[in-house]
């Protein structure tokens, strides 16, 4: 699929697409991570991927939103947070008066696994390093991490989900707050109130910031 193709599907189901809108330098840098991601053979999950998925949003944005890994409409459009559960996800967001302008997504991982089945700790070290740089490069004012695969890597800590959920934390000194990945709560309807507590909890942080 070429760029033009992607941009037009892309469009018609309202997904804005990663837009670089920093300096020079910063973009270079970026650019040079997500051409790293694309040649990558570190493990064996670049066998087996249709493409990677780097990232999509603003560069500047204020707000980093961390998930575990692409799924399948992840890995066939190349862009994090596109199926289902990034629609809903993309819809909390809004209904917290969160811009998609301040934005940043992406995930631990930049390659699916396969079947959809969870990452391994093999894979997850393996890839790391390219969220640490996209982390030091984005430079957040606060970040979300949805599910607990991606709170666990960024915490270093295998507390639950709900225990995570309960206190900010930090990331190299980057207010960090956890959630429910969405995917979760497509099939976990009744918490779906607590993770919109867990993105007011959010909204106020980048207030606070602001």
């Not at 040649?39 to 066998?47: G, I």
Request: net charge neutral; glycine share 4%.
């Amino acid at each position: 699929m070429t760029n033009e193709q992607a941009s037009y599907y892309l469009q018609q189901m309202n997904i804005q697409s990663w837009v670089l809108r920093q300096s020079s330098a910063s973009l270079s840098e970026l650019d040079t991570v997500a051409k790293q991601v694309a040649n990558c053979e570190r493990c064996a999950l670049s066998k087996s991927r249709t493409q990677t998925v780097f990232a999509r949003g603003h560069q500047n944005a204020s707000l980093m939103v961390i998930g575990e890994a692409p799924g399948f409409e992840e890995d066939k459009q190349g862009l994090p947070f596109v199926g289902p559960a990034g629609s809903l996800l993309s819809k909390m967001l809004a209904s917290v008066e969160i811009s998609s302008e301040d934005v940043f997504m992406t995930n631990v991982l930049k390659c699916k696994p396969p079947s959809n089945r969870a990452p391994s700790s093999e894979e997850v070290r393996l890839c790391s390093s390219y969220l640490k740089q996209q982390i030091a490069i984005v430079a957040p004012t606060v970040i979300l991490a949805v599910g607990h695969l991606a709170a666990q890597y960024l915490l270093e800590d295998d507390m639950s989900l709900d225990t995570m959920r309960e206190k900010r934390h930090f990331y190299e000194g980057i207010p960090l707050l956890v959630t429910y990945h969405p995917a979760s709560l497509l099939r976990n309807q009744k918490d779906k109130k607590k993770a919109y507590v867990d993105l007011m909890r959010v909204k106020k942080q980048l207030l606070d910031a602001s």
